[in-house]
């Protein structure tokens, strides 16, 4: 079976300056959960899943410091540190989303997502065709193809 076969076509979609709020409630009410990203042109620029939003929850990451003739050393990447606190204090999509994301095409096979899901620990996919978003693909549309067909 392949992803042309199972995809969402023409997927919602939102903005990198939209309103993380707004990105928010689109997840909840619409009960998915990711949203691709697009520029103004409608290409696609990154991914926002519920995850991403969550992560504004999280504590921050401090980095471990050490002292070294009289001075500071952070031990922790501060490339990391600086990422997190973007995270966390996201106000707009673009600060949230995970840019870049995987994608996969439409002539993909469930075999593949399913691989690159367990692989990267992720529940959504866009599907670009020629370099042009034409549908998303999750957990939940893997998971219907194992249900059986309805007999009755």
Do not use: W
Not at 21 to 41: K, M, Q, S, T
Not at 85 to 92: E, F, L, N, Q
Not at 105 to 117: C, K
């Amino acid at each position: 079976m392949l992803v042309k076969e199972i995809m969402t076509e023409n997927p919602i979609t939102v903005t990198a300056n939209s309103e993380i709020i707004n990105a928010a409630r689109i997840l909840l009410e619409r009960r998915i959960n990711g949203v691709p990203v697009v520029d103004d042109a409608g290409k696609l620029v990154g991914l926002l899943c519920q995850s991403d939003i969550i992560a504004q929850q999280k504590k921050l990451p401090v980095p471990s410091l050490f002292s070294f003739l009289d001075g500071y050393i952070a031990l922790g990447s501060m490339k990391s540190f600086e990422k997190a606190v973007r995270k966390i204090a996201a106000t707009s999509v673009s600060d949230a989303m995970t840019p870049n994301p995987v994608t996969v095409g439409p002539e993909s096979t469930i075999e593949t997502v399913a691989a690159l899901m367990v692989d990267h620990n992720l529940h959504t996919l866009p599907v670009l065709e020629k370099g042009e978003l034409v549908g998303v693909v999750g957990k939940e549309d893997i998971l219907r193809t194992l249900m059986p067909a309805d007999h009755s």
